[in-house]
């Protein structure tokens, strides 16, 4: 049963902690990436990967960090230096081919709260 | 810049009514669009694609169309149903060594019995 999974599906977190969210996929896509979705707004990009240990800052990379140590793997760490986490994150991966757009298959997303 | 709108913001109808969301680009090359259905709370799933050469297709109830020259997309659902209640999003990408995409900020539409 191929897919993206997100875990865990809510979190909770105290001001100043880092929290990390996980995602993980068997599709064998090579790309994958983090959004960060807020009520009324669209999806913005968080961070980006094409290949295990390389990966590009999105459009609101500050107070995010990632890791790709392994093709299946891209977890999402949000720091204390974060200043509004309170959002949903969706993780999405898709294949890569040169110069063109390819369907991203999503997780379920984290929907992420600071108490 | 490259920026993608969608019109309306929210869409209110009757269940079995029909309804067009709307979806202007200005993402230069352009290489693709799609659009995705997101469910309350759960992540998008990509409904249709159109590249530069088709002008329409249809999923179902679901009808896409793209005039290239205009830049402008548009979704219409045939007799709507309550499970149509959701976020239609139109996502453009771009060519030439660009593979991130640009996403709308989404159209919700909920279905009233």
């Known amino acids: 049963d191929g897919g993206i999974t997100q875990s865990p599906k809510y979190l909770f977190r105290k001001e100043g902690q880092n929290v990390t969210l996980s995602c993980e996929q068997n599709?064998?896509?090579?790309?994958m990436y983090w959004y960060r979705q807020d009520p009324g707004q669209g999806l913005r990009l968080i961070y980006y990967?094409?290949?295990?240990?390389?990966?590009q800052k999105g459009d609101i990379a500050e107070g995010y960090s990632v890791s790709r140590e392994k093709k299946e793997s891209f977890p999402l760490t949000v720091t204390s230096a974060q200043k509004n986490p309170t959002a949903f994150y969706l993780c999405?991966?898709?294949?890569?081919?040169?110069?063109?757009?390819?369907?991203?298959?999503f997780g379920p997303g984290t929907r992420l709260t600071v108490l | 810049k490259n920026q993608v709108e969608q019109s309306p913001q929210s869409l209110i109808i009757l269940e079995g009514k029909n309804c067009t969301l709307q979806?202007?680009?200005?993402?230069?090359?352009?290489?693709?669009l799609r659009w995705y259905k997101q469910d309350t709370g759960r992540g998008p799933v990509s409904l249709t694609i159109?590249?530069?050469?088709?002008n329409t297709k249809s999923n179902g109830r679901y009808t896409a169309t793209l005039d290239a020259d205009t830049k402008q997309s548009s979704l219409h659902i045939t007799a709507s149903q309550l499970s149509d209640s959701a976020s239609y999003i139109c996502?453009?990408?771009?060519?030439?060594?660009?593979?991130?995409?640009?996403f709308g900020r989404g159209t919700s539409l909920i279905v009233h019995p």
């Open positions: 979806c202007n680009y200005t993402v230069s090359p352009f290489s693709n």
């Open positions: 996502v453009v990408g771009g060519s030439g060594g660009s593979y991130i995409p640009t």
């Open positions: 990967s094409q290949i295990v240990n390389d990966f």
């Open positions: 159109m590249t530069f050469s088709e």
């Open positions: 599709l064998n896509h090579d790309a």
């Open positions: 999405a991966s898709s294949i890569l081919s040169s110069g063109s757009y390819n369907e991203q298959f």
